[in-house]
C-alpha cells in the first residue's frame, strides 16, 4: 500500500490583488506589513501590485476591462468616481459602530458617499505651516503661536523677506495650496462645489477675499516669490535652501524635512482671518477600500481590517509619512514623542477644527479649471 494514499490535499491558497501608489520609502514600510499579514493568514496570499505613476488613471482602465484589483489603496478626492459608478463594495455592513469609532469621525465622511462606507481610512491630510526658527532668530522675529490670524501672519512674512535671498512665505498656484486662503473667509464650500459652472464662483464676497489675500502676498507685499524667483525649485526645496520663512504644506514632507533640513523647524498651525474666528483648512483622507466584483470578499475584509488595525497603523505612523486616522494611535508616542516637529500635536488639533473637502464626481475637473481660471489672477 502506498503509504501517502491518504495524506491530506494540499489546499490552494486564496490569492488577493492589492494595489496601491506610493514612493520606495512608503513601500518599504507596506511590504513587510503585508507579509506579516501572510503569516497570521496562510491560506491568503498578496499579491501586490505597486503602481508609483498615473495611479488612477491606470486604476481607471482596471475597472473598465473588469480586471480591477481586490482591494485598491483610494483617496477621498477619487472615491465619489467609483463609489457613484458602482464598482466598489460598500463597507458599513461588515463593520460594528465599535470597530468605526477608533477612527477619526471626519476621515470616515471623507471616505463616504451618499452616507455610506466605501474605504477604511489609513490617514487624514491636512496643511499646516512650517516654519524655519533659524531664520525667525536671525531676523528677530518672534516665532507664530496658535490663534495668530492672517495679519500677524503677513506681519511675519513682511519681517523675513530679505531679497532676493530669502522670502517669508511659499506660492503654489495648485488650489490644493490656495484653497486654505479661501476657507479662511468661510469659502469653497459645498455649495461652491456643487454650482462650479464658472469663474463666476470665485467672484463671490469670501472666495474673492481669499483668493485676493493670497495673491497680495505675491504681487502687492512680495513676502512671495514669483515664478521667475523660483525658477525650477520647489517650494520644498526653497525652505531647505534657507530661502523661506515659511511653507504650507502637508505631513507628506516630515521624513524629508527631518533628513535633509540643516536647520530648526516646527509647525504652527494655518493662520485664521481674524481673532473672532477659527483656523480652518480642507481635510482629505486615504484608505483602503474593496471592488465590488472581487471573488474573495471575506478576505479582503480581513486585509483591509489588519492594514487599518493598532498595529500596523504604527508602522505606518512611525515613519513621520502619515496623520494616523486612527485616534489611538494620534494620540501615542508613535505620533507624538520625540522627533520633529516638536508641536506634532498641531496636525491632530487642525483636524478638529478642518473642513472635509467639498468633492463631487466631477472634482478633478473642478480643480483643473480652477488652475486655469486663477493662473491670470496669481500671475498678473
Not at 491568503?44 to 503602481?51: E, L, P, S
Not at 488612477?56 to 483617496?75: G, R
Not at 480652518?280 to 486585509?303: N, R, T
Request: hydrophobic share 40%; net charge neutral.
Amino acid at each position: 500500500m502506498c503509504c501517502g494514499i491518504f495524506s491530506k490535499p494540499k489546499t490552494e491558497s486564496i490569492v488577493l490583488q492589492f494595489a496601491s501608489w506610493g514612493s520606495e520609502s512608503e513601500v518599504s514600510i507596506l511590504k513587510p506589513v503585508l507579509e506579516d499579514f501572510e503569516k497570521e493568514n496562510p491560506s491568503i496570499k498578496v499579491d501586490f501590485m505597486h503602481i508609483p505613476q498615473n495611479y488612477f488613471q491606470k486604476i481607471h482602465l482596471l475597472f473598465a476591462s473588469n480586471t480591477a484589483p481586490d482591494v485598491i489603496f483610494i483617496n477621498n478626492q477619487y472615491l465619489p468616481v467609483y463609489a457613484n459608478a458602482g464598482v466598489l463594495e460598500g463597507l458599513s455592513k461588515y463593520f460594528s459602530q465599535e470597530e468605526l469609532e477608533v477612527f477619526n469621525k471626519k476621515s470616515l465622511a471623507s471616505l463616504s458617499w451618499k452616507a455610506e462606507i466605501f474605504a477604511l481610512p489609513r490617514d487624514i491630510s491636512n496643511l499646516v505651516i512650517f516654519y524655519n526658527k533659524d531664520l525667525f532668530d536671525k531676523y528677530k522675529v518672534a516665532y507664530p503661536k496658535s490663534g495668530w490670524t492672517y495679519s500677524e501672519f503677513l506681519n511675519k512674512a513682511q519681517k523675513l523677506t530679505h531679497l532676493p535671498e530669502v522670502f517669508g512665505v511659499s506660492f503654489e498656484e495648485v488650489p490644493l495650496f490656495y484653497l486654505p486662503y479661501l476657507t479662511m473667509y468661510k469659502g469653497w464650500t459645498m455649495e461652491d462645489t456643487l454650482n462650479f459652472k464658472s469663474e463666476d464662483v470665485l467672484k463671490k464676497d469670501n472666495n474673492a477675499k481669499g483668493l485676493s489675500a493670497y495673491a497680495d502676498l505675491r504681487h502687492k507685499y512680495h513676502v512671495a516669490p514669483l515664478k521667475s524667483e523660483s525658477g525650477s525649485a520647489t517650494m520644498a526645496q526653497l525652505f531647505l535652501q534657507g530661502r523661506l520663512g515659511m511653507h504650507l504644506s502637508g505631513r507628506w514632507l516630515v521624513p524629508k524635512y527631518r533628513q535633509e533640513a540643516k536647520f530648526d523647524w516646527d509647525i504652527v498651525e494655518f493662520p485664521r482671518a481674524d481673532k473672532d474666528s477659527e483656523s480652518v483648512v480642507p481635510m482629505d483622507a486615504s484608505g483602503w477600500a474593496i471592488s465590488k466584483s472581487s471573488k474573495h470578499k471575506q478576505e479582503a475584509i480581513k486585509l483591509i481590517k489588519y492594514l487599518a488595525s493598532k498595529s500596523s497603523s504604527e508602522k505606518f505612523t512611525q515613519s513621520g509619512l502619515i496623520v494616523p486616522a486612527r485616534i489611538d494611535v494620534g494620540n501615542s508616542k508613535y505620533f507624538l514623542d520625540g522627533q520633529k516637529p516638536k508641536n506634532a500635536k498641531v496636525f491632530l488639533d487642525v483636524a478638529q477644527s478642518s473642513v472635509p473637502t467639498p468633492v463631487t464626481i466631477d472634482y478633478r475637473e473642478i480643480l483643473d479649471s480652477l488652475k486655469s481660471y486663477t493662473e491670470y489672477i496669481l500671475n498678473k
